[in-house]
Structures are given as structure tokens and as C-alpha cells.
T-cell receptor, first 114, second 113 residues
Framework: DTAVSQTPKYLVTQMGNDKSIKCEQN?????MYWYKQDSKKFLKIMFS???????INETVPNRFSPKSPDKAHLNLHINSLELGDSAVYFC?????????????FGPGTRLTVL | GESVGLHLPTLSVQEGDNSIINCAYS??????FIWYKQESGKGPQFIID?????DKRQGQRVTVLLNKTVKHLSLQIAATQPGDSAVYFC????????????FGAGTRLAVHP
């Protein structure tokens, strides 16, 4: 009964390839997020979707494209992978409230670009 | 703030001691603060949160203190256990900011028996 799940757990690929990471939450939350954690453990938000609508889009290369087929899923597609894309990517979700709310994180996907 | 260094700051404590992890936040408009624990190979896990209308909140073995005057947040862990060893992150957000969390750099807590 995992709350926020991501696939795959590990992803190793060559530079220039296109890859996708999938995320699903079964918490009934309205909002989902993608975060990137670099090798220094720094966590930074990339995107946020609320009810399938993009609401946060940080300064991320347009090679990264999130897609939300429904409010329980938020996938991340990355085109033309570069060495600097190597990181751990976390999906998260939260319920909509009258102010900021706790975000629940998935287990992460470690992406290694060779 | 968003400082990044080569190594995470580390707090080493003896099992059974109390731990205090500190965090400075950057945005005076922030009104929601949260602490996460991240164990190796796992995602961040919620510990405790606090809103700006409070200066202290207690959970099970954990207490968060908020000092808005100096924009400082601390996490106190009582009777630290080996299972508390992890990286701890503070994060801030503000109402109207679409629940965007800004994370601090993290502190590694090492608990020694």
C-alpha cells in the first residue's frame, strides 16, 4: 500500500537518449511535484501540477517535460539526456489546503547518464 | 538559505543524548516550515511542521522551535537513537506560493552507541 511510488528505481542510460520516469500516488491528493536532488544532496523543486494543470515550472531546461494523465499520476520525460542530468529525482504529492501543506515523497529514481 | 558545500554539515551525538539541528531560512514572507528526515537510499520523510503563528510545536521525541525575528528554525530530538541517523532538511513555504517548498542544505546526524 505504497503512498507515492516511482518507477524505475534506477535508470542508467547514455547521453543523448530520451527516458521517462513514472510516478503514482494513491493518497487522493490534488497536487503532485517533481524534485531533483544533486550529488550534494541539495533538493530543488522542478514542477508542480494541481488537478492535471501545471502550476509551478522552475527554471528547468525544456528537455524536461512533465505529463499528468490524471491527478494520481505525474510522469517526467527527459529528452536528449546530458551528463548533468544525473541525479536522484523525487516525486511528491500533497492535499490542497488553505495554506502550504505537508508533501509526501516517493522513494526516488536514481538517474545516471554515461 | 540555499547554500551548497562539498560536504554536508554533520552533527555527531552519543546515543541517548539530545540533538539540536539548526536551520536559517531566507524569506521573511514564509509562513510554513517543515522538517524532513532522509535515510540513505530513501525519499524525505515528514517529521514535524509549524506555521508562523506558533513558535513551538512538539511531536513524539521531537520539538520544532521557530524564531521569526532572526529567521531561525531548530529541530530538537530527545534521547537520540541509532535509528535517528539520517540527513535532516528544513524547508520553507508561504501561502500563495502554490505550496512550493524551498529546502535548506541539510544536516547529517550521526548517532554513536
Amino acid at each position: 500500500d505504497t503512498a507515492v511510488s516511482q518507477t524505475p528505481k534506477y535508470l542508467v542510460t547514455q547521453m543523448g537518449n530520451d527516458k521517462s520516469i513514472k510516478c503514482e500516488q494513491n493518497l487522493g491528493h490534488d497536487t503532485m511535484y517533481w524534485y531533483k536532488q544533486d550529488s550534494k544532496k541539495f533538493l530543488k523543486i522542478m514542477f508542480s501540477y494541481n488537478n492535471k494543470e501545471l502550476i509551478i515550472n522552475e527554471t528547468v531546461p525544456n528537455r524536461f517535460s512533465p505529463k499528468s494523465p490524471d491527478k494520481a499520476h505525474l510522469n517526467l520525460h527527459i529528452n536528449s539526456l546530458e551528463l548533468g542530468d544525473s541525479a536522484v529525482y523525487f516525486c511528491a504529492s500533497s492535499q490542497e489546503g488553505t495554506g502550504p501543506m505537508e508533501q509526501f515523497f516517493g522513494p526516488g529514481t536514481r538517474l545516471t547518464v554515461l | 538559505g540555499e547554500s551548497v558545500g562539498l560536504h554536508l554539515p554533520t552533527l555527531s551525538v552519543q546515543e541517548g543524548d539530545n540533538s539540536i539541528i539548526n536551520c536559517a531560512y531566507s524569506n521573511s514572507a514564509s509562513d510554513y516550515f517543515i522538517w524532513y528526515k532522509q535515510e540513505s537510499g530513501k525519499g524525505p520523510q515528514f517529521i514535524i511542521d509549524i506555521r508562523s503563528n506558533m513558535d513551538k510545536r512538539q511531536g513524539q521525541r521531537v520539538t520544532v522551535l521557530l524564531n521569526k525575528t532572526v529567521k531561525h528554525l531548530s529541530l530538537q530530538i530527545a534521547a537520540t537513537q541509532p535509528g535517528d541517523s539520517a540527513v535532516y532538511f528544513c524547508a520553507e513555504s508561504f501561502s500563495g506560493g502554490y505550496n512550493k517548498l524551498i529546502f535548506g542544505a541539510g544536516t547529517r546526524l550521526a548517532v554513536h552507541p
